[in-house]
């Protein structure tokens, strides 16, 4: 299936295993859309999402200042 992605095998993969049953059981899959490749899970995006959070609404962090910006509030306040 075009849909499906997937999924190495991490350092305890049957507890993966089981994540990945449970986000397909609440999403109303039966466990057979749960496959296994060699050294990977394949799953559809929507169990993928469902078990591991979905990437796409993830927002990056607001960049931290850099230390020039810090600089000179440091010789700001030294100033006043």
């Not at 994540?19 to 490749?37: I, M, N, R, S, Y």
């Not at 929507?46 to 990437?55: I, R």
Request: charged share 30%; net charge negative; no cysteine.
């Amino acid at each position: 299936m075009a849909d499906d992605v997937e999924v190495p095998f991490n350092d305890n993969p049957s507890d993966q295993a089981v994540l990945l049953l449970a986000a397909a059981e609440e999403l109303g899959h039966g466990p057979a859309v749960v496959k296994t490749g060699n050294g990977t899970f394949i799953v559809p995006q929507d169990v993928h999402d469902k078990a591991f959070g979905d990437d796409s609404s993830v927002t990056e962090e607001e960049p931290k200042p850099t230390k020039k910006a810090a600089t000179k509030r440091t010789a700001a306040k030294k100033k006043g």
